[in-house]
């Protein structure tokens, strides 16, 4: 079928010109689109593919030649067109071509229902306007609409490309943020090859994270898939196999450095890296890990980086991790550390003009200084705190002057706000440790749970006093959910197995040993209002996964990382929480457990707030406590020492907050909240949960397809694939789908698709009509229209072929055109067929064959004449499109030059960046071609008798 040399076009994304086959492999093909820059890879037997064929009487053009097609040979699959005395082999045609078959769809009197051309309409136009939307790639993301979370995926999204850290504290959703950007950049074509680079424990979290949450199909790396994809084929990089990459470290400590130069060579357009304070770096020594994520940062275009550790916590770390961004700018760290120096004093300065209250005589002057070359800024200061608007002058002359805003984000809960209260009940239960045995058991426990990953301990819990603990919170709290979260999943058994001759309440589990579907179903279960009233989690758990419908969390036992503690109880402590969260910590009297729960509770306030500076924390007293910890189980337990333990970190904690909260830099915080870009994400999405009209169209969509939909109530959907048309609509490989169009029961209920024009199910249902000949051509017979009267209406779609990195779609997406033109070749603007012909469209069985003779008659100057019409309406919408691109672009370079004299963070670079793109939009949107895309021939009854 596929030949390499062979042109195909997309059907689904037909603005992409004409592709080349560049290799068939299996079952496999390749296809490059060398015009906009993109290379596919397709299924050869799902392709949404056609064949570039042209037919005689075409015109065709290429290398320099057009004509019309006298002749057509095909040899070896490969075709060969002559005419007018010259010849173009389809390899040399040039890539923007015109294959639509419409018209001849309609002369031969081989039309469709009238209803699928307005179908096919109507989902070219809402693509389009879905194309065109900031939400592009995200609205169908399992994403709550938390402003700071969309201010900073919206800033950062429309960097060129993003180069950004993430320092929100924990709670707040970095990867959530991160996701967002990411699922933005794909969806705009601005990155194709995505890499996620995370310590190993993080890899599943992350795979399930961008999955459920943001539809983006991963694949992750270890060494057995690297070794596969190497054994198919002599000198294959395996990491050129997958476009979307998840990776641990460890598959690149390997001696040799194979897989390193492996993923270095294979080229990436956007990088993701968690936990990047643990990429240790000083000037006199660089970790093999921080070496590898340098060269890839040195080798891509975008970088995310994320961590919660705070740079008070360690400035070098802090600059160490600033310099991947952005080497040229931070290449000295004494002249960092000066520079955040001035920024503390900056961020004083910010608090008093925020407060409203006067400024001290040092402050007045420190200000006169920095803002001399600046009119405006010193009006405001001589105005300030009288005039209104001066203080909000102030402070955005201040942030425009501020150094690390354009290269990280932070967040602090205390400013975004909206967070429950946390109750923490530590109950102390006596128990047995006299029992060797059970003396020895708890020991093993512990030990098994603070490794990394925990070892196998098989608990049994058939005596232990938690359990008679668990069950009289459950019987106390009635009308209440509790989530329980364990270390691993023979816990989550041995607990169910412990309670279920002992209560009677529905329990559901979620653990590793089962799969998404099943753990999807268990959690949906748990979320229904007469569910199971307990879930049972392993440490997966606490991995991305929201229940803040319950607000009662037990923690059996304690992970050592208070971070990971952080994210237990970030299950429930969530923006939306309407409850105060009850932390139940059941400890038995004297063991390990019950010492972790004192430090964590009395030294680190782990239970109360969110600390910043556990990890810290654990650094420095980790050893000590672990041996405290280990010696009160083993019943050696020395009271002083403990005590002096739990009181040193409480005075660290306290000392190390102090200075992440003297250290702040305020303008950070705020800078976010100044730029263009902060409110149109939100806002788009906003706009699309409003949106009326699409709950009915993509309910015809499936329908077209065979897919049967049932409301099963309380806004839930099932999508039932049992009389499917095709095995390419994508979705179903497991059977039916459940779907919801509500955001808030999306958010409830993880296991439901959130049905919006972007989501993969939906836009493959799209790609797989628009690629199609379905609905277009048509003919209707219209009782509303004047006697001897027909009407060809032409839909035209307007394309700009250009690199995908440049999204140009969001100022000019394919847009359809439609032109109707009456027999006298005069437009007819203002038509549309009548309700009632609409109804009883199916009802007319109409012999079109028989009107074929006509149809071939009137149909080519009517057609010729609405391109003609539609050529007009193409060059006012690319003229606007232009017009656009040129204010929102022109506007952004304006800024970013004036903020390039003041601010060393914004380079020349960045300046350069805006007017390129603006440069390439000027020469492609113009450009942009019409394509033929469906005809309906409209007529009056009397027109038919005529003939």
Not at 139 to 165: M, N, T, Y
Request: proline residues 5%; hydrophobic residues 45%.
């Amino acid at each position: 079928m596929f030949v390499p040399g062979q042109r195909w076009i997309s059907a689904a994304e037909p603005e992409l010109g004409l592709g080349t086959v560049l290799r068939v492999d299996g079952r496999s093909v390749q296809v490059l689109f060398a015009k906009s820059g993109v290379l596919r890879q397709y299924a050869q037997d799902t392709a949404p593919l056609t064949r570039a064929e042209f037919r005689v009487g075409q015109r065709i053009a290429g290398k320099g030649v057009a004509f019309l097609i006298e002749r057509v040979e095909i040899h070896d699959g490969l075709i060969t067109y002559r005419g007018e005395g010259r010849e173009l082999h389809e390899g040399q045609l040039d890539d923007e071509q015109s294959v639509s078959q419409a018209d001849d769809r309609l002369m031969g009197g081989r039309v469709d229902a009238v209803d699928k051309f307005d179908l096919r309409y109507e989902a070219m136009q809402r693509r389009a306007n879905a194309r065109r939307s900031p939400a592009w790639g995200l609205a169908s993301s399992r994403i709550d609409l938390v402003p700071h979370q969309l201010r900073v995926a919206g800033v950062a999204a429309s960097r060129r490309p993003p180069r950004v850290l993430l320092a929100d504290e924990v709670g707040l959703g970095k990867t959530i943020e991160a996701g967002m950007i990411a699922a933005r950049q794909i969806a705009s074509g601005r990155a194709q090859r995505v890499l996620v680079l995370l310590p190993d424990a993080l890899v599943n979290q992350w795979f399930v994270e961008l999955l459920r949450r943001f539809n983006l199909a991963f694949a992750i790396f270890d060494e057995e898939r690297c070794q596969t994809i190497e054994s198919e084929g002599d000198g294959r990089n395996p990491f050129e196999d997958e476009q979307l990459v998840i990776a641990g470290f460890s598959l690149f400590g390997d001696e040799d450095g194979k897989r390193r130069e492996q993923l270095l060579a294979a080229g990436w357009e956007l990088l993701i890296v968690d936990e990047a304070h643990h990429l240790e770096w000083r000037p006199d020594a660089v970790s093999p890990r921080y070496e590898l994520v340098e060269a890839l940062a040195q080798a891509t275009p975008g970088v995310i980086l994320l961590t919660a550790t705070p740079e008070q916590l360690g400035r070098t770390g802090h600059f160490a991790r600033l310099r991947l961004l952005d080497p040229a700018r931070y290449s000295d760290l004494e002249h960092y550390l000066t520079e955040s120096d001035d920024f503390a004093a900056l961020s004083d300065i910010a608090d008093t003009i925020r407060a409203g209250d006067t400024l001290s005589q040092a402050q007045g002057a420190d200000l006169a200084e920095r803002l001399g070359d600046d009119a405006t800024a010193m009006a405001a200061l001589a105005g300030y705190p009288d005039h209104d608007g001066s203080a909000d002058a102030l402070l955005g002359a201040l942030i425009d002057r501020h150094g690390t805003g354009r290269a990280m984000f932070r967040n602090r809960r205390a400013h975004v706000g909206g967070f429950p209260a946390r109750v923490p009940d530590i109950i102390e239960l006596p128990g047995d440790l006299a029992d060797p045995d059970a003396h020895a058991a708890l020991l093993e426990e512990f030990r098994t749970d603070i490794q990394q990953p925990p070892g196998d301990f098989e608990p049994i819990y058939d005596n232990d006093p938690r359990i008679e603990a668990l069950v009289e919170l459950l019987d106390t709290n009635p009308d209440d959910k509790f989530l329980l979260i364990c270390r691993t999943q023979a816990k989550v058994q041995a607990i169910e197995d412990a309670l279920r001759t002992r209560s009677g309440v529905g329990v559901a589990r979620f653990h590793e040993g089962l799969s998404l579907l099943q753990r999807d179903r268990n959690a949906a279960w748990f979320a229904q209002a007469d569910g199971a009233r307990l879930l049972l989690c392993s440490e997966i758990g606490s991995e991305g996964r929201n229940f803040q419908f319950a607000h009662h969390l037990v923690l059996w036992d304690l992970p050592l990382d208070p971070d990971l503690l952080e994210q237990r109880i970030g299950r429930l402590d969530r923006i939306g929480q309407r409850s105060d969260i009850d932390i139940h910590v059941p400890v038995l009297e004297g063991s390990a457990q019950q010492l972790l729960a004192r430090w964590f509770d009395e030294g680190v306030d782990a239970f109360d707030a969110s600390p910043a500076d556990g990890r810290e924390l654990l650094r420095r007293f980790g050893e000590r406590l672990v041996a405290s910890a280990e010696a009160q189980a083993e019943g050696q337990a020395d009271d002083a020492a403990l005590e002096a333990l739990i009181e040193e970190t409480r005075r660290t904690h306290e000392e190390l907050q102090t200075l992440v909260n003297s250290g702040r830099d305020r303008l950070l915080e705020l800078a976010t909240e100044r730029e263009p870009q902060a409110e149109a994400l939100g806002e788009a999405l906003a706009a699309e949960d409003a949106d009326g009209g699409r709950e009915g169209f993509v309910l015809r969509l499936m329908e077209e397809f065979g897919v049967h939909v049932d409301d099963i109530g309380a806004g839930v959907l099932s999508l039932d694939p049992e009389y499917l048309t095709t095995d390419a609509f994508p979705g179903f490989r497991e059977g039916p789908v459940p779907a919801t169009f509500s955001r808030a029961t999306a958010l409830a209920r993880e296991e439901l698709t959130l049905l919006r024009l972007d989501h993969p199910m939906v836009l493959g249902g799209l790609d797989l009509l628009l690629a199609s000949e379905t609905g277009n051509a048509a003919f209707l017979v219209d009782d509303g229209l004047t006697a001897r009267t027909a009407l060809l209406q032409a839909v035209f779609v307007l394309e700009c072929i250009a690199d995908h990195s440049l999204d140009a779609a969001r100022f000019l997406p394919p847009q359809p055109l439609l032109v109707t033109i009456d027999t006298r070749l005069l437009p007819r603007p203002d038509f549309e067929p009548s309700a009632p012909a609409l109804r009883r469209a199916t009802e007319r069985k109409i012999e079109v064959n028989r009107y074929r003779k006509f149809l071939t008659k009137l149909v080519p100057p009517m057609l010729e004449r609405a391109e003609t019409v539609a050529g007009a309406q193409a060059a006012k919408h690319a003229d606007a499109a232009l017009e656009q691109a040129r204010a929102q672009l022109g506007a952004e370079r304006e800024r970013l030059e004036a903020l390039a004299r003041v601010n060393p963070a914004v380079s020349e670079a960045d300046v350069k960046a805006v007017s390129d793109e603006l440069a390439q939009l000027e020469l492609a949107l113009p450009s942009a071609r019409l394509r033929l895309d469906a005809v309906r021939f409209v007529v009056s009854p009397d027109f038919l008798a005529m003939r």
